[in-house]
C-alpha cells in the first residue's frame, strides 16, 4: 500500500499543501497564493513546482496513492470547480483531470466542508462515528454531513450546505446570496460582528468596551475579549449567537439524528461562551426522542493543519 497522500486545500486567497501519511501526520507543508495567475493551468503548474521536490524527499511519486483537494464549489463526482465565487477560474473547471494529467496521480476534489469532515473521520474526535455533521464557524458556516459512514453529496455534488438554510425568515441580508435570514449571517464570524454593530447601536445606554473599538476594528475576537471581561453587550452577543446556532443544530439534528456536531474554526475559540447558549436551545428545541443524545463537540484538529489533513483523507 502506499505511503504517503498530498492534501491541497485551495481558499479564496492561499492554498495550503502537503505531504500526509497515514497517522495524519503533515511531514511537510507550503502554501501559495490562490490567485497569482489568471489562468488555472499556471496554479498547477505552481503547485507542480513547489510539490515535486516535496515528493522527491518523500521517496518519489510511486509511494503515494493521490492527490486529495478541497475547494471552494468543489463537486466530489464531477472533479470540477463549478462557479466559485472568490477565485479568478471562472465558469467549470476541469480541475481533477488537469491536475491528474498534470501530476501523473489519482486526483480526488471536494468542497472544503465535506473535506473537513472527511478529515474529522479519519484523523479527528469523530474517528470510528459513522454519523455525525461539522459545522466549520468561520468567516462563513460550512459543513459536511456524514450518514453511514459516507458524506452526503446528493445527486449533483452540492448537497450539505447548512449555512445557507433559513433560520430567521425575513431576516438579516446575506450580502454574498442576497437572500435574507440564513444560519451564515447570525453564525459566522461575520454575524457576530454584525449583531454587534446592531446591539451596540439598540442599546445606547448599555456600557460597554466595544463602543471604544473602531468599527473597521470590531471583529468576533474582540468581541470574545470583551465577553471574557463581563462585558454584558459582548455576553449578550455571544448568548445570541449561540440561541441561534442551537435552533438551527436541532433541525439538523432531526434530519439525519447524528452521533455528534463537530464544530470547528475561529468562533470555536469562544469555548463554552457559545457552546453553552448553542447545547442549551439545542436541546430546548428537540423532541424528545432526540434529547441529551447528541454530543457537541470541539474539534481537536490543529486549525493550521485540518484543512491539509482533511483534503488526503479523500485519497485513502
Given at each position: 500500500m502506499s505511503d504517503f497522500a498530498i492534501g491541497v486545500d485551495i481558499g479564496g486567497t492561499n492554498t495550503k499543501f502537503g505531504i500526509v501519511d497515514q497517522q495524519g501526520n503533515i511531514l511537510i507543508q507550503d502554501r501559495m497564493l490562490t490567485n497569482a495567475g489568471d489562468?488555472?493551468?499556471d496554479f498547477i503548474d505552481e503547485l507542480h513546482q513547489k510539490l515535486l521536490p516535496m515528493i522527491e524527499k518523500s521517496g518519489g511519486i510511486e509511494k503515494f496513492i493521490g492527490i486529495g483537494v478541497g475547494a471552494?464549489?468543489?463537486?466530489?463526482?464531477?472533479?470540477?470547480?463549478?462557479?466559485?465565487?472568490?477565485?479568478?477560474?471562472?465558469?467549470?473547471?476541469?480541475?481533477?483531470?488537469?491536475?491528474?494529467?498534470?501530476?501523473?496521480?489519482?486526483?480526488?476534489?471536494?468542497?472544503?466542508a465535506n473535506a473537513a469532515a472527511m478529515g474529522e473521520m479519519k484523523y479527528g474526535c469523530a474517528k470510528g462515528m459513522k454519523h455525525f455533521i461539522t459545522i466549520t464557524l468561520g468567516t462563513g458556516v460550512g459543513s459536511g454531513?456524514?450518514?453511514?459512514?459516507?458524506?452526503?453529496?446528493?445527486?449533483?455534488?452540492f448537497a450539505g450546505e447548512l449555512g445557507h438554510t433559513i433560520i430567521r425568515?425575513?431576516?438579516?441580508?446575506?450580502?454574498?446570496?442576497?437572500?435574507?435570514?440564513?444560519l451564515e449571517s447570525y453564525a459566522s464570524a461575520t454575524g457576530v460582528r454584525e449583531t454587534a454593530l446592531e446591539m451596540l447601536s439598540d442599546n445606547p445606554t448599555i456600557k460597554s468596551t466595544l463602543r471604544e473599538v473602531s468599527i473597521n476594528d470590531l471583529t468576533s475576537h474582540t468581541v470574545f475579549e470583551a465577553a471574557i471581561k463581563g462585558d454584558k453587550i459582548a455576553n449578550d452577543i455571544f448568548d445570541y449567537t449561540g440561541q441561534i446556532l442551537g435552533e438551527a443544530l436541532a433541525n439538523f439534528v432531526m434530519f439525519s439524528s447524528p452521533e455528534a456536531i463537530v464544530l470547528f474554526g475561529g468562533?470555536?475559540?469562544?469555548?463554552e461562551l457559545i457552546l453553552n447558549p448553542t447545547k442549551k436551545a439545542m436541546e430546548a428545541m428537540l423532541v424528545e426522542n432526540f434529547k441529551n443524545k447528541v454530543k457537541i463537540l470541539?474539534?481537536?484538529?490543529?486549525?493550521?493543519?485540518?484543512?491539509?489533513?482533511?483534503?488526503?483523507?479523500l485519497v485513502w
Open positions: 489562468d488555472v493551468q471552494p464549489n468543489g463537486n466530489f463526482y464531477s472533479g470540477n470547480i463549478e462557479y466559485a465565487a472568490n477565485l479568478k477560474w471562472k465558469g467549470i473547471i476541469p480541475f481533477s483531470k488537469l491536475t491528474s494529467e498534470k501530476f501523473g496521480l489519482p486526483v480526488k476534489l471536494t468542497n472544503d454531513i456524514v450518514i453511514d459512514g459516507n458524506i452526503v453529496l446528493g445527486h449533483d455534488g425568515p425575513g431576516g438579516r441580508l446575506h450580502k454574498g446570496t442576497g437572500i435574507r435570514g440564513t468562533l470555536t475559540k469562544a469555548g470541539f474539534s481537536d484538529l490543529k486549525e493550521a493543519d485540518a484543512a491539509i489533513l482533511g483534503a488526503s483523507a
